[in-house]
């Protein structure tokens, strides 16, 4: 069991940055695969980078290669992603989710815990 809570969202005007946190509880995260994925109003929940238990192995989503990066820090029982420049269409709330497998996976239900989202809203 692990309990996750996302922060650092915000407004942010077109081309800007952000660094969301995902803060996770219990002993046991270096366990966990990590995974950010992002929702729409209207749309469905969608991948958008995952992390190995050790950070060796990280996947983006094509079409964020090159702007989002995922990083975690096990010391700190902590996953980061840091987004640059930001497009409208990265508007959304992003959701920090947690998986007991040694490889993340790009699939929703591939993952065990969720947190609760933070929203992200992109102006032009």
């Known amino acids: 069991q692990v309990q996750l809570v996302e922060s650092g969202g915000g407004l942010v005007q077109a081309g800007g940055s952000l660094r969301l946190s995902c803060a996770a509880s219990?002993?046991?995260?270096?366990?966990?695969?990590m995974g950010w994925f992002r929702q729409a109003p209207g749309k469905e929940r969608v991948f958008v980078a995952a992390?190995?238990?050790?950070?060796?192995?990280?996947y983006y989503a094509d079409s964020l290669k090159g702007r989002f990066t995922i990083s975690r820090d096990n010391a700190k029982n902590s996953v980061y992603l840091q987004m640059n420049s930001l497009k409208p269409e990265d508007t959304a709330v992003y959701y920090c989710?947690?998986?007991?497998?040694?490889?993340?996976?790009?699939?929703?239900?591939?993952?065990?815990?969720w947190g609760q989202g933070t929203q992200v809203t992109v102006s032009s």
């Open positions: 989710a947690a998986r007991r497998s040694v490889v993340p996976g790009d699939k929703a239900y591939e993952y065990d815990y």
């Open positions: 219990g002993r046991t995260f270096y366990t966990f695969a």
């Open positions: 992390i190995s238990r050790d950070g060796g192995r990280i």
